[in-house]
């Protein structure tokens, strides 16, 4: 198996950052792309970013994650989340494990932003969490890989290292395989966690 993950942004998140930050937050396209990328290599995984503003670029992107046997996609396909049938049947066909992803809460919003396609394709949804959520899409996806949290004394031989997420997700990591009742707070990216 492959131990590529792809991480696809749909229709306008190539604007996250500048325009409605009450809604989306102030990280921009390429925060969300480091985080992922900065979390999947805490799992031995690499995140593949891609973005499209066209829904049969998206359609290809998923294509080629099936063809490269790509591990999960993790997908915010946008406004098409909720018109694409296309993309649901892209996702069913590609037979690979999707989190669908949105930066505000769906169910908070407009009654037409309430269903998506997509997560009736994928293994799960998450929303609401900010950009959090697409780390939290691939530690998800980790744990239902199995792949574990890299070891810090392995992680030294990289070199410099300081651009990596904090030690949050790797606790968070072990809550899931060890039912620890321990949360993993982080460098602050997300809402705090409601109260056990
Ligand atoms: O909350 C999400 O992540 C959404 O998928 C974002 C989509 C929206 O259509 C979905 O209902 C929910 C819109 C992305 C637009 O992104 C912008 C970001 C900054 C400024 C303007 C648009």
Do not use: W
């Amino acid at each position: 198996m492959s131990k590529t993950i792809y991480v696809l942004n749909g229709p306008n998140l190539n604007l996250l950052g500048t325009r409605e930050p009450h809604i989306y937050g102030h990280a921009t396209l390429a925060d969300v792309e480091k985080l992922c990328a900065d979390t999947a290599k805490q799992f031995g995984l690499t995140a593949d970013c891609r973005q499209s503003n066209r829904e049969g670029e998206l359609i290809d992107f998923i294509h080629e994650a099936r063809a490269k046997a790509a591990a999960g996609i993790v997908i915010n396909a946008g406004g098409y989340s909720h018109t694409s049938i296309a993309l649901h049947d892209a996702l069913v066909a590609a037979q690979l494990p999707a989190i669908d992803v949105h930066v505000s809460n769906i169910h908070a919003r407009e009654d037409f932003r309430r269903h998506s396609y997509i997560a009736r394709a994928a293994l799960g949804s998450i929303c609401g969490f900010g950009v959090d959520g697409y780390r939290l899409a691939i530690m998800g996806l980790a744990a239902r890989l199995g792949a574990a949290p890299a070891d810090e004394a392995e992680d030294t031989d990289e070199g410099d290292d300081a651009g990596a997420a904090s030690a949050g997700p790797l606790t968070l990591a072990i809550d899931v395989q060890g039912d620890e009742a321990e949360s993993g707070a982080d460098a602050g990216q997300s809402p705090a966690a409601p109260a056990a």
